[in-house]
């Protein structure tokens, strides 16, 4: 299985709501990652969780805070986001952190803040 | 610090022609080295990735790119261009080390099949 899977795919919130984001993967995969992408732009880096710890946080606004419960499991609990956060958020998993390991990215999920 | 430059941000070729995309990185020790596929709305694929070894690396969907060092270059190359292979292809450099390593992504190419 080499397949990272993410829930919702579209998500759409107001500014006052509490959701979370969903990443999923059974490759044994000890490192995940949260990236924001917005239309016609490359992934930009949010958080590296490396053995379930956090290990890099991008300088990420304290609305969207991560929360790895297991080493298969990555969410992302989102709260009074602003409209300029809607974007399609990816998740991706990498054995080690380490440089040259390729990271295998879910399809994203599409959020819209209203 | 490493960066990646990828020139042109659209690419057209017709159905069945050479596939070009060019990549071009900046670092003062040669990276790790990838290509990354994104079809609309999907997340990301890796193509093939270059980190120590033969320069001539193959990929999938018969998909190749070469290393070269001299010109700082890792451009990828298909002989024949299919339908589906429109999407958005972004180059990807991370530099040497042990431990965590940031990815830096190009701005991305968006290649266009016209049949």
């Known amino acids: 299985d080499t397949e990272v899977t993410q829930t919702p795919k579209h998500l759409v919130m107001g500014m006052t709501n509490k959701k979370s984001l969903k990443c999923e993967q059974h490759?044994?995969?000890?490192?995940m990652y949260w990236y924001k992408q917005k239309a016609k732009k490359p992934p930009e880096l949010m958080f590296v969780?490396?053995?379930?710890?956090?290990?890099i946080n991008e300088s990420v606004p304290s609305r969207f805070s991560p929360e790895c419960p297991n080493s298969s499991l990555l969410n992302l609990h989102l709260h009074a986001l602003q409209p300029e956060d809607s974007a399609l958020y990816l998740c991706?998993?990498?054995?080690?952190?380490?440089?040259?390991?390729?990271?295998?990215f879910g399809p994203g999920t599409r959020l819209t803040v209203t | 610090a490493q960066s990646v430059t990828q020139l042109g941000s659209h690419v057209s070729v017709s159905e069945g022609a050479l596939v070009l995309l060019r990549c071009n990185y900046s670092?003062?020790?040669?990276?790790?080295l990838f290509w990354y596929v994104q079809y609309p709305n999907q997340g990301l694929q890796l193509l093939l990735k270059y980190t120590t070894g033969a320069t001539l690396v193959k990929g999938i969907n018969g998909f190749e790119a070469e290393f070269k060092k001299s010109e700082t270059s890792f451009h990828l190359t298909k002989p024949s261009a299919h339908m589906s292979d429109a999407a958005e292809y972004f180059c990807a450099v991370t530099p040497l080390g042990g431990g965590y390593q940031k990815v830096t992504f190009g701005t991305g190419t968006k290649l266009q099949v016209i049949p």
């Open positions: 969780y490396s053995y379930e710890k956090l290990s």
């Open positions: 670092s003062s020790v040669p990276p790790y």
């Open positions: 490759m044994g995969h000890r490192a």
């Open positions: 991706a998993s990498s054995h080690p952190a380490g440089a040259g390991y390729e990271q295998y």
